[in-house]
């Protein structure tokens, strides 16, 4: 059977409206696409009128149909009866005149054929059936159970539908050579045509909206044009088939409520119930006249957008007026003459598609995969088409789902994704920042070594000759004490040129287990002897259990230090600073250096750890001391970080490496490197 349905790739959107609106679960979702498995589809319709994409197509032929009307064989066009309907704007008689100008040489009316196949259905109720009686007009309901629900089909009315009525009787008793062209707002009646038991009947099935298509295909203007008549016999009342119910009223059936003997249901989720219900032997009512949509008047393509409401009425008021042309008993003397002898019955055949069961261990694996680990994540919010999350599983199982179209599992997902970009992107900023500052530190580096190498030897020679000078003289010699400055002076160059070298990073580091406590207390011991520690309480907080670091001593008090003096300096009124250290995670201490000051504008601080960047008068820093702290730790594979608020205060915390247990003995040697720094409070020019 050719696809009558199919999907437009580049309009679908993953929306999965047409597989919660599919009754027969017919849509395979690949790659995101939502297509139509043919051998599932029941051709109704219901996906083309939910896509609002328009990702649906139905499968058109207009070229087709115009070979059709320029062959040698005439062209018979059968109106389905809700033709008056589809087209309001114009009076019935004017779609007749346009078929005929686009070249179809009679136009019938299928509503004929309706009548003869009320005849055909009155004449079989009249038997006694164990079974319950399933009228066959709609081809979705005879799809459906043909093809899900099999064990019904001995209770289909084996009747064919008004279309294949008249198809047939224009065959036997009419035209034998006309080529016949259905014409309606049913796209299942594309797939009944090709029903190996019917298709002789019907050449060519076109739906209203082709047919639109058509009439501007021949430019033919329908509100321009005469209204026209019928071809062939006429209709009486069977125009009103198309409503739900029509079929009672054709055949001149009466229902009593009160023994719900003939049942009369419409829409796709009533009828499917109904179906349902039957074949779990839970009605007792002997007809069922089912139609999948609301009524014929509320098929997929009737080219409106009237009401249900409107369109009956519109039809209503065509049957009443045929009626009050038409001779009733004349009438069914033709129609009791046209369906002697006409064969109006059919069979049909089991197109069920069994498709395997998951196990509950497959099941569980696939739920998995859907991000339902446990009953508390299957959510049942039917936003990927099917009723719960385990019918979802079942359908991934068959092939006919993705386990991605769970749409909480693609929220959840898509969250992940954007905190994990967010987080990508602070990290490659602060890598951007990093590399821009090594790269910069890079350089200033490579200058200062060259500098400080430069100085190095001279100054070397001006402490020799100054010591030899101081050694010459006496102690009263009032000459000694301007050598004494020259060596001290002297000596003050050498350890900012040592300043320097740490900086650019020329200097390697001892790696030795240092006691936390013990060398903080020392930088404190530094730092308060010098004059901007008079007004400054420090504090130290240093957990009892905090681990020693792997360091330099030397250089890790010459940081402190440094930190310690910018503290003291950002409260020239006084204050406090406190000194903890703590473990941060394993293998990791931070040690935090927290001011009372001044606090660091936003715009500074980027740039606190570029070498010369200063914000203290001239004279007072020669903007190495922070450049200096950020080289050391980062000798000692640490981190440096700055919290600051402007008039409250500056956080500087720095986090080392922790030492590995059972490595030397810490006490000894940080004593011994710390004695070292006693008395030397201006290691480095800050």
């Known amino acids: 059977m050719a696809s009558i349905v199919r999907t437009i790739r580049e309009k679908c959107r993953r929306c999965y409206t047409c597989v919660r609106s599919c009754p027969a679960k017919a849509i395979k979702v690949e790659g995101g696409q939502a297509a139509v498995i043919e051998e599932r589809c029941l051709s109704c319709g219901n996906c083309v009128r939910v896509c609002a994409m328009n990702a649906k197509a139905i499968e058109k032929s207009i070229p087709d149909v115009a070979s059709i009307l320029s062959g040698s064989r005439p062209a018979i066009a059968c109106l389905a009866p809700s033709f008056p309907a589809a087209f309001p704007e114009v009076e019935p008689g004017q779609v007749l005149t346009g078929l005929r100008q686009v070249g179809f040489a009679q136009v019938m009316e299928v509503a004929f054929g309706a009548e003869l196949v009320a005849l055909a259905y009155r004449e079989l109720l009249d038997r006694e059936s164990a079974t319950p009686l399933i009228t066959t007009?709609?081809?979705a309901i005879v799809s459906y159970v043909e093809k899900y629900l099999p064990e019904l089909i001995p209770c289909l009315a084996p009747i064919v539908s008004p279309m294949v009525a008249l198809g047939r009787f224009i065959r036997q008793k009419y035209c034998a050579e006309a080529v016949v062209v259905f014409i309606g707002p049913c796209v299942g009646k594309k797939a009944e045509v090709q029903d190996e038991g019917?298709?002789?009947?019907?050449?060519?099935?076109?739906?209203?909206?082709?047919?639109?298509?058509?009439?501007?295909?021949?430019?033919?203007?329908?509100?321009?044009?005469?209204?026209?008549?019928?071809?062939?016999?006429?209709?009486?009342?069977?125009?009103?088939?198309?409503?739900?119910g029509g079929l009672l009223r054709v055949a001149d059936m009466e229902s009593?409520?009160?023994?719900?003997?003939?049942?009369?249901?419409?829409?796709?989720?009533?009828?499917?119930?109904?179906l349902r219900q039957a074949a779990g032997g839970n009605l007792t009512a002997r007809f069922l006249d089912l139609l999948f949509c609301e009524g014929c008047i509320g098929g997929p393509v009737m080219g409106n957008h009237l009401s249900l409401v409107a369109r009956k009425e519109i039809i209503a008021r065509y049957v009443r007026r045929r009626m009050a042309a038409e001779n009733g008993d004349k009438h069914r003397e033709v129609l009791l003459e046209a369906g002697e002898g006409l064969d109006l019955s059919r069979g049909f055949r089991d197109r069920s598609i069994p498709l395997g069961e998951p196990t509950e261990s497959e099941m569980r694996e696939i739920l998995a995969r859907m991000g339902k680990h446990g009953p508390d994540d299957e959510l049942n919010c039917g936003a990927c088409g099917y009723a719960n999350c385990r019918d979802k599983a079942v359908a991934v199982h068959q092939g006919l789902a993705e386990a991605q179209m769970c749409l909480p599992y693609l929220i959840e997902e898509l969250e992940t994704t954007v905190q994990q970009l967010a987080q990508s992107k602070i990290d490659i900023e602060h890598a951007q920042t990093q590399l821009i500052r090594s790269e910069r530190l890079a350089s200033m580096g490579q200058l200062a070594a060259s500098i400080a190498h430069e100085l190095n030897n001279p100054l070397g020679t001006v402490l020799i000759y100054a010591h030899m000078l101081a050694r010459d003289l006496s102690n009263a010699d009032s000459r000694r004490e301007d050598v004494t400055m020259i060596a001290v002076e002297a000596d003050r160059c050498r350890k900012i040129v040592r300043g320097l070298l740490d900086f650019a990073r020329k200097r390697t580091r001892r790696a030795e287990p240092v006691r936390l406590r013990q060398l903080l207390e020392s930088v404190v011991s530094v730092v308060e002897k010098h004059e901007d520690f008079q007004n400054i309480a420090i504090h130290l907080d240093v957990d009892p259990g905090v681990p020693d670091v792997d360091g330099d001593p030397d250089q890790l008090t010459q940081a402190f230090v440094n930190l310690a003096s910018n503290a003291a300096e950002a409260m020239p009124d006084g204050g406090s600073i406190t000194i903890s250290a703590r473990a941060a995670g394993p293998g990791r201490v931070e040690v935090a250096v927290r001011d009372e000051g001044i606090g660091i504008p936003e715009?500074?601080?980027?740039q606190l750890f570029a070498p010369f960047f200063t914000t203290k008068r001239g004279g007072k820093g020669t903007g190495l001391g922070l450049s200096i702290v950020h080289g050391i730790v980062k000798m000692h594979d640490g981190d440096t970080r700055v919290d600051s608020e402007p008039g409250k205060g500056s956080t500087f915390t720095i986090t080392l490496n922790s030492w590995r247990e059972g490595e030397g003995e810490p006490e000894a040697q940080t004593a011994q490197a710390l004695g070292r720094h006693e008395h030397s409070e201006d290691d480095t020019d800050r």
């Open 137 to 139: 007009a709609c081809p």
């Open 198 to 244: 019917v298709s002789a009947a019907v050449d060519a099935v076109r739906t209203f909206d082709e047919l639109r298509d058509l009439f501007t295909q021949f430019g033919v203007e329908l509100s321009d044009l005469p209204s026209s008549d019928f071809d062939g016999p006429r209709a009486y009342v069977g125009g009103i088939f198309p409503v739900s």
């Open 256 to 274: 009593d409520i009160l023994e719900n003997d003939l049942l009369v249901s419409e829409g796709m989720d009533r009828a499917l119930e109904v």
């Open 603 to 606: 715009e500074h601080v980027g």
